[in-house]
Every structure is written in structure tokens, then in C-alpha cells.
């Protein structure tokens, strides 16, 4: 058997090395895949405020020249940038929350948009599975009465 040499051999790659490899020598992840589709629809403006949850999207987005970040104070006032933007270009808002209290501070530019039927698009994380406990989140596994 020490004859026999393997096809090929496979190395991961650690660190910055992987960073450092070419799209096509590599696995895309989720977030590239959700940002190069936002591209191909023609969106060039993002509105958000970076979290913890979103954290791989927004280093896609670093990686994307095509598409500008445009850094908000908080969710709600993402939410009607893009509504803003959505109403002066006539092209789709996007914008990024985390999950949890995030979305619920979009809620009310989303309805504003709704309610005119203006194009906006959000996108929040969610927190992984194996992550989530009642210590660390307890409105996820206990409800309000056993809050109480």
C-alpha cells in the first residue's frame, strides 16, 4: 500500500490563508451567496446597523465593491433610509437588522412603506440554534407569563 499515491490531497486552509484564496478556490458562504443576489438585482445602496447575528453578512459586503453600506444610528432609522431611498429612486430599499429587538425597531418604517406600498427589503440574522438558552435569551423559550 505505500505504493499508491493518492489523486489528490486536500489541505484546509487556517487563518488569513483562508481570506486570502480566490472565490473560485473555496466554498461560498451563505452571506456571499445573499449579497452577490443583491447585486444581480441591482441593488447599490444597503442601510443598517452592524450586530452580532449579521456579522458575515456585512464582511461579504466589505468584499463587494459594487454595493455601498451607508451606516445608520439605529434599526428604525435604517428602515426609513431605505424607505427614503426606495421613494427618491424608485428602486428597492434594503436594509439590516439584527434579530430580536432590530426587527421590532423596523417595524415601524416597514409599515410606513407597507401602507404606501413602497419597495423594501429587510434582512436580519437569526441567533444559531445550539446558541440560544433561556439565560441568554429568555423571551425565545419562556413566554410572557412565565416572565411575570
Known sequence: MSGVKPLFTFRAPRGREFFKMESR????????VLVSGLREHGVRHV??????????????????????????????????????????????????????????????PLATAFTDSIPILLISG????????CWRFPSMCCGPSRLI
Open 47 to 108: 442601510f443598517g446597523y452592524p450586530g452580532g447575528q449579521i456579522t458575515p453578512i456585512y464582511d461579504a459586503l466589505y468584499r463587494e465593491a459594487g454595493i455601498r453600506h451607508i451606516l445608520a444610528r439605529d434599526e428604525q432609522a435604517a428602515g426609513f433610509m431605505a424607505d427614503g431611498y426606495a421613494r427618491a429612486s424608485g428602486e428597492p430599499g434594503v436594509c439590516l437588522a439584527v434579530c430580536g429587538p432590530g426587527v421590532l425597531n423596523a417595524a415601524t
Open 126 to 133: 437569526q441567533v444559531p440554534n445550539r446558541g440560544r438558552s
Open 25 to 32: 478556490d473555496r466554498p461560498r458562504t451563505g452571506a456571499e
